[in-house]
């Protein structure tokens, strides 16, 4: 796996939970800010993101 993702001794990994397991990904900075952006706006829209839902 880690020759897949080019991974090299003390390289970084960005470990995503979804529902079917855990997605590993090289680190990036840019992507972890996007996912810190989406969780807040998941958390402040939270009842109007479940009506969407329905």
Excluded: F, H, Q, S
């Excluded at 897949?4 to 979804?18: C, M, P, Q, S, Y």
């Excluded at 009842?47 to 329905?54: D, E, G, H, S, Y």
Aim: overall charge positive; hydrophobic content about 45%; charged content about 35%.
């Amino acid at each position: 796996m880690a020759d897949r993702l080019r991974l090299e001794a003390g390289d970084r990994v960005l470990a995503i939970e979804t529902d079917r397991g855990i997605l590993l990904t090289p680190y990036d900075p840019e992507a972890e800010r996007a996912l810190k952006v989406a969780a807040r706006a998941a958390t402040k829209y939270r009842n109007a993101l479940r009506a969407l839902a329905k």
